[in-house]
């Protein structure tokens, strides 16, 4: 058909009233005649009916509507250009290619319709289309001051539009964030700077949590009525839940979740009202909130990661068990996205930085996370750059205001429970435990003892659920909950302010630890543990001087427990392969015996003086007493490391030297060790000579 008479149909089209079974037929037409036309003015006159057709515009759906703008005009666009550069190289008197419009006069007319009879986010469909398909993935088919033009028109059509919310709207909002997911990547930083932070932040997260988005979360609420609990959870792969998470994966802005966070982050360094921030920030609290109580009410969320393969059927976990948890891990990755300026903001703005927001700010991050916990702590989830800098961050800035983190501690502390709680509280406790490791020294000794002490202690006690027989096979959580419990009591061992508190419960601990290795606790944490102890028992810690003979003691339980009851069976290698200290192979053998060995060489840097050469005697009798001799190695060469490496401070130094040359510790780790020299002397090498 003529392009010509193609137009007046396509025209005609627009007025009637809309038909699901001729809007492809419509859109394919229109996308036709933005190739064919050879007239700048019918480019005009068809871009501006286009926006205003009542076959298209009066039932749009959603965004997708949307997005087939935006890919219209980019397509259209590619062609043009292409058909540009494939004329220029045409024999003379040969017809043109497409409408043989230059790239240039197209953008041009197509931009002239852009008039008052459309709105101004249509604009920003239409611009950001012809913009990506003109200059993205390096094409460069405009001039520089066309390209700048252009996206300025980009920039200010996206400004108008968001900055007037009663022509707006909610679904205009949404196109806006969606054209400029698009065409940010294209945007000079010159003309990103335009961009009107104020407006597009609130944009952002609206189109991220709501219905074009993340849905509130309400798709839980969804898989939840579709569960049908029996001796395994029924969840069948073509239930009404499954088919919403589909369609919400499909949605535009959630298959865009990426450049749509990229967009906030820049929404939230950018918006020059510090409030617009807060606001956004109490979003993502309500809306994480709002996840967590939906997923802690779910069926699903009883289903423990240590039993999935028990519970659940293969059709499930084949399909929409995984899709579920990736999207789930999009809302995380989201969050968090956004979350990070946020709170690097903090540190840079005066006005979130003073003492009455910031705590505020920070408190509030750390309740975000906690909510999202459930994700994070599934399978090293928050291990990502902008979860630590956002986690680490916000305790930073909540240490430096201790009622903020008695606060904090008191509304977010774990109930006691007798029984084993679900997977999810499980996650809470276990952020509970790794918060309140960082906050001991903002704490005063009686909120620490209430807050930190008594629910670690609950975990490492004998009646824990933790290591009760309802807790069989152990929760995905449980050696992670053990070492997190272990590391919330030392961080207030290390305390000297809390010296109090240590004295007495130092023993209860120490047998703990004994108890919980190797089967709930690894190498590596046990001769941390054990180490950090022996620190606080020493010098210049007040316990030192209350309870002088408690370093020796320790010592001596443990070696009389590797010399009689340790088994000398090497542990598995992903039990023993992170060396707590030194520089042995990662893949040495270490039996428990060896561990306790190796945890009481790490402790004599931390003893007396005067006790120093008699217990070098004994770590190198323990050595020597180790069974096999790949791991008896792994001793002794430790022991001469903490001798050699510098370890040791003068003193003990000057009495490890006198133990090695004059009281038999030469012969005592089995002969020649290399030349023993002090940690930093200069060594001679057999090649050079004194010029002297």
């Not at 859109?27 to 057709?53: E, V």
């Not at 909120?447 to 290591?467: D, G, H, M, Q, V």
């Not at 089995?670 to 200069?682: H, I, K, R, T, V």
């Amino acid at each position: 058909m003529p392009a010509d008479r193609l137009l007046n149909t396509v025209l005609r089209a627009y007025q009637d009233a809309p038909n699901p079974s001729q809007t492809d037929k419509i859109l394919g037409s229109t996308n036709a005649l933005l190739t064919s036309l050879n007239n700048p003015l019918n480019l005009s006159l068809l871009t501006s009916h286009f926006l205003t057709a009542r076959s298209i515009w009066q039932q749009p759906d959603g965004l997708r509507t949307c997005l087939r703008i935006i890919s219209i005009f980019n397509t259209a666009a590619i062609h043009v250009r292409r058909n540009e550069l494939d004329n220029a190289n045409l024999p003379r008197g040969q017809p043109p290619t497409g409408s043989g419009v230059p790239a240039e006069d197209w953008a041009r007319a197509v931009a002239k319709g852009l008039d008052d009879r459309s709105s101004r986010w249509q604009h920003t469909l239409v611009l950001a289309g012809i913009l990506m398909g003109m200059e993205g993935e390096e094409r460069r088919s405009l001039s520089w001051s066309l390209r700048s033009t252009l996206e300025q028109a980009v920039v200010m059509a996206a400004n108008l539009a968001l900055e007037d919310n009663s022509r707006t709207g909610a679904l205009g909002k949404g196109a806006v964030v969606l054209a400029l997911t698009y065409a940010f990547p294209l945007l000079s930083n010159a003309n990103k700077t335009l961009l009107s932070g104020n407006a597009l932040l609130p944009a952002v997260v609206e189109a991220m949590l709501g219905e074009e988005g993340l849905q509130n979360g309400e798709f839980i609420r969804a898989v939840e009525l579709d569960i049908t609990p029996a001796g395994s959870f029924g969840w069948p792969a073509d239930s009404p839940s499954v088919h919403r998470i589909q369609q919400l994966e499909s949605r535009p802005l959630a298959q865009n979740m990426g450049p749509l966070s990229l967009l906030g982050v820049f929404a939230v360094q950018h918006a020059r009202n510090s409030n617009t921030v807060l606001r956004v920030q109490d979003e993502l609290l309500s809306f994480t909130a709002g996840v967590l109580e939906k997923w802690e009410n779910c069926a699903l969320s009883l289903v423990d990661l240590s039993v999935e393969s028990a519970k659940l059927s293969p059709e499930i976990l084949q399909g929409p068990w995984p899709m579920l948890w990736q999207l789930l891990k999009k809302i995380m990755f989201s969050v968090v996205a956004v979350l990070q300026p946020i709170v690097g903001r903090c540190l840079l703005d005066p006005r979130l930085r003073n003492d009455n927001v910031a705590p505020t700010l920070a408190t509030k991050t750390l309740h975000i996370l906690r909510n999202l916990s459930f994700i994070s702590s599934r399978q090293g989830g928050n291990s990502f750059q902008a979860y630590t800098f956002t986690y680490l961050t916000s305790l930073d800035i909540l240490t430096r205001y201790p009622d903020a983190c008695a606060r904090f501690l008191q509304e977010t502390l774990p109930p006691p429970t007798g029984t084993v709680p679900p997977p999810a509280h499980q996650a809470l406790s276990l952020f509970y435990l790794n918060t309140a490791e960082h906050l001991p020294l903002s704490l005063p000794t009686p909120s620490a003892e209430a807050l930190i002490i008594a629910p670690a202690t609950a975990n490492l006690s004998p009646t824990s659920w933790l290591t009760s027989p309802a807790n069989t096979p152990p929760s995905a959580l449980t050696l992670e909950l053990f070492e997190s419990s272990h590391a919330a009591l030392l961080s207030v061992f290390s305390c000297p302010q809390h010296s109090a508190l240590t004295a007495p419960l130092v023993p209860f601990y120490i047998d703990t630890l004994l108890s919980s290795f190797p089967a709930r606790i690894s190498p590596r944490q046990f001769r941390l543990a054990f180490r950090t102890v022996m620190q606080v028992a020493s010098p210049p810690y007040p316990i030192s001087v209350t309870h002088p003979e408690l370093s020796e003691t320790l010592l001596e339980m443990l070696r009389f427990r590797a010399l009689e009851g340790a088994s000398t069976v090497p542990l598995p290698s992903d039990a023993s392969s992170s060396p707590a200290a030194g520089n042995q192979p990662a893949t040495e053998p270490v039996s428990e015996q060896t561990a306790l060995v190796l945890a009481l060489i790490d402790a004599l840097p931390y003893l007396p003086v005067h006790l120093l050469d008699e217990w070098l005697s004994r770590a190198a009798e323990a050595s020597s007493a180790i069974a096999g001799p790949r791991m008896r190695d792994v001793a002794r060469r430790r022991l001469w490391e903490a001798l050699a490496s510098g370890e040791l401070d003068v003193d003990r130094a000057v009495a490890g030297v006198a133990w090695w040359g004059t009281r038999g510790g030469r012969d005592m780790l089995g002969g020649d060790q290399g030349e023993p020299l002090m940690s930093g002397a200069l060594v001679q090498s057999e090649k050079e000579s004194s010029r002297l």
